[in-house]
């Protein structure tokens, strides 16, 4: 419970911004919070039709249809989710530069540094969010609800559209969900695009006017608005139950596309992969090699790497033990109390890591100044800013932000094991440390690993928080990019793109393959 206290504790202040500093919003309301607000609205609306369109309806194809390249487009449509949104922003920026001799030459180009641009870059990398949930909820549909569809007189199509879409309706929503708050959450897109969302006005109040309080009140917002879209989907959701029976077997037949519908729909997902992720990965290679042999690379990139690494390995070895504790609290303790904090430390991952940043230095900045008083009071010395003014207050952050994510793996594992292996270890006398460390720890082994790769991935990742919270000299990959972007140095950005891509993959992988263990219909319908 002490665990799970220290990793949600920050978020309390949040609300706890509006106490005694109510004026703080309103000096910026008058100008800065409707526009950002606005924005933020418009940018989630968006990006949840795109996503809802655009993955929906992937997984529609793959799932009821059968053409050439299927196969392997079932599992590579997954693949932008490893294509952070700043990474595809910087290789679109370096590709199509809008104030090159082409747009002066009078020769049309699209412009992404607008609304609609924002939206479609974010859309394709987070569009499979709603495809890998409606693709799972696809696989899980029975092929007798499509045949007595079909009896009633409804063709393939049209039984799609009246029966597997609605009964896949939840999944479809909870990834258009998903996809929203990643939206709501993202800093570098915005933020290189121009886009002045939420988390854009957040940096700029922070690091413009250092006014801490009305960057807390902004948080807020923000994390209001992102519920209000999870409450919204609920709500429209009523009290509506979506349950089927599959029998081994029983998996709905994609019927065969012939001709150039066929064709078509190989083309069409191609070309998205292309412009999405083989495309950019193609060019952050020749960039990259190019980098290399002029000689751009030096020490500040490995400095860059060294920080990244170190970060996200002692943020991964942290979250680890801190979800351990909370899972084996509440198999061992399960009282309301240790649930309910138990949920709270996880409500780190629905909040955006600008949000976390501010949040978490309030009370570490108060611990700095405590702990450098009592110091200088008690020994002579002077701590200075101990965690504020370090790599320890980000790595708090990154507990905070991804602890969800080492969590839910290890309760997830720690499901599986029998609770008569516990029953019989303590008749054996094991007390309960002997039971975590002799009973639990070697079954929990997988998922702690699972769990400690997937926080290491997202650190890697991070942009937002690292952006506010890192000290002088902590650097890390995702800033490397971020910095030489807006500087227009794209050849020094590709190095770090491409590393930070490539491990990105990992769970990309291992969600494919958990994804393909539920089989497919071996024929096609003819």
Avoid: C
Avoid at 184 to 205: E, K, M, P, Q, S
Avoid at 214 to 243: H, K, P
Avoid at 301 to 323: C, D, F, M, Q, W
């Amino acid at each position: 419970m002490l665990v799970a206290a220290l990793v949600a504790g920050p978020l309390l202040a949040l609300p706890l911004s509006f106490v005694g500093e109510g004026a703080a919003l309103d000096s910026i309301g008058a100008s800065l919070l409707p526009e950002a607000l606005r924005a933020s609205i418009v940018l989630a609306l968006g990006v949840g039709a795109g996503t809802l369109l655009l993955g929906g309806g992937l997984a529609v194809l793959v799932s009821f249809w059968d053409f050439p390249g299927r196969r392997w487009l079932d599992w590579a449509l997954v693949l932008p989710l490893a294509m952070p949104g700043y990474v595809l922003v910087f290789v679109l920026l370096g590709q199509y530069d809008f104030d090159s001799a082409l747009a002066r030459a009078g020769i049309p180009m699209p412009n992404i540094r607008s609304t609609l641009g924002t939206i479609a870059v974010l859309t394709l990398v987070l569009y499979p969010y709603v495809y890998a949930l409606g693709r799972s909820a696809f696989l899980g549909q029975s092929r007798d609800t499509m045949e007595a569809a079909r009896t009633l007189g409804l063709g393939h199509g049209r039984a799609v559209l009246r029966v597997a879409l609605p009964l896949a309706r939840p999944a479809l929503a909870a990834g258009a969900v998903l996809a929203i708050m990643e939206a709501l959450a993202d800093f570098g897109a915005v933020n290189l695009l121009g886009y002045r969302a939420l988390t854009d006005a957040i940096y700029r109040v922070w690091y413009g006017a250092f006014d801490q309080a009305a960057a807390l009140q902004l948080a807020t917002v923000l994390v209001g608005l992102s519920l209000t879209f999870v409450a919204f989907e609920r709500l429209l959701r009523g009290r509506s139950r979506y349950q089927q029976s599959l029998a081994a077997g029983d998996a709905v037949v994609p019927r065969r596309l012939r001709g150039p519908r066929a064709w078509l729909a190989t083309a069409l997902p191609g070309a998205l992969l292309g412009v999405v992720f083989v495309g950019p990965v193609a060019q952050l290679v020749v960039w990259a090699i190019e980098a290399l042999a002029d000689g751009v690379y030096g020490a500040d990139l490995l400095r860059e790497a060294v920080n990244t690494l170190l970060l996200a390995t002692v943020a991964a070895s942290i979250a680890v033990v801190a979800a351990t504790l909370v899972a084996y609290g509440g198999r061992v303790h399960p009282t309301r109390l240790s649930k309910v904090t138990g949920r709270l430390s996880a409500l780190g991952y629905a909040v955006p890591g600008t949000v976390i940043a501010v949040a978490v230095f309030v009370p570490l900045s108060w611990v700095d100044r405590r702990l450098d008083s009592a110091a200088e009071a008690v020994l002579g010395l002077d701590l200075g800013l101990l965690f504020t003014g370090t790599l320890l207050g980000l790595v708090f952050a990154y507990v905070v932000r991804f602890h969800a994510l080492a969590l839910f793996s290890v309760e997830a594992r720690m499901e599986e094991i029998d609770p008569a292996l516990d029953d019989a270890a303590r008749g054996l006398g094991a007390d309960r440390t002997r039971l975590l460390s002799e009973v639990h720890l070697p079954l929990l082994w997988p998922g702690i690993v699972t769990a400690a790769m997937l926080v290491f991935v997202e650190v890697m990742k991070e942009l937002p928080a690292t952006a506010l919270l890192r000290p002088l000299g902590g650097d890390t990959l995702a800033i490397s990019v971020w910095e030489a972007t807006k500087d227009s140095r794209f050849d020094t950005a590709a190095l770090p793109a491409l590393l930070i891509v490539a491990v990105g993959l990992v769970p990309v992988v291992m969600l494919v393959r958990l994804s393909r263990r539920g089989g497919e219909p071996a024929a096609s319908a003819r």
